[in-house]
Every structure is written in C-alpha cells, then in structure tokens.
C-alpha cells in the first residue's frame, strides 16, 4: 500500500523560505514520478514541480520557476520541495503525489496523494 506524508507547512512572512518533505513507501518508486502541488480557498488544484524519481528530470511551473526547488533522497525515499522567496500567492495546501510513468502536469494523471499540508504565507 502506497502512502506519501508531507510535512513541514508553517505560517511564514512574505520573502521568507521553507522546505516541504514527503516520506514515500509501500512500494519502489523508481519508476515513478513525484509531483508537488497546491490548491488555495476556491481555486483548483494545480501543478507546482515534478521530478522522475530515477532519472532526476525536474519541472516547474512557471510561477514557482526560479523560486522553487524539487530535489529526492533515495536512501530516505522522500520528495522534498524548498520554496524561497515566498509571496503571498503561495497560501494553499500543498500536496506530494506519485504516478507510475513519466511526468505529468495533470492531478488527474496521479495515482497516489498524501493528506496535504498547509502553508500560509502573511505579513
């Protein structure tokens, strides 16, 4: 049985940074692509950043490129996301995903979710 748990969302200040982690198991994931994405008050969920977990190819949206960084652990089987220069437009819950394959941008295309976790970003 699959299970991804993020952790690491907080209420941060405008510019500051944070890293998010996602702990994968149940399975061997280096098939797989993981994903991050995020979905605020009213809005859709949308994608943020993925990585193919065996090659390291990454990809960003265009509003965290720059700003963003997807990365993996193999021997901790965890996703991470660190978020720097953080804006206001960042508030949502971010969500780790996994799929078998390659890269996605749609959360449709993912199999597997963890619970979310929370980041507000406030003055």
């Known amino acids: 049985q699959v299970q991804l748990v993020e952790s690491g969302g907080d209420l941060v200040q405008p510019g500051a940074s944070l890293t998010l982690s996602c702990a994968a198991s149940?399975?061997?994931?280096?098939?797989?692509?993981m994903g991050w994405f995020r979905q605020a008050p009213g809005k859709e969920r949308e994608f943020v950043a993925a990585?193919?977990?065996?090659?390291?190819?990454?990809y960003y949206a265009d509003s965290v490129k720059g700003r963003f960084t997807i990365s993996r652990d193999n021997a901790k089987n965890t996703v991470y996301l660190q978020m720097h220069s953080l804006k206001p437009e960042d508030t949502a819950v971010y969500y780790c995903?996994?799929?078998?394959?390659?890269?996605?941008?749609?959360?449709?295309?993912?199999?597997?979710w963890g619970q979310g976790t929370q980041v507000t970003v406030s003055s």
């Open positions: 149940g399975r061997a994931f280096s098939s797989h692509a």
């Open positions: 995903a996994a799929r078998t394959g390659g890269i996605r941008w749609s959360p449709a295309q993912y199999n597997y």
């Open positions: 990585i193919n977990w065996s090659s390291g190819a990454t």
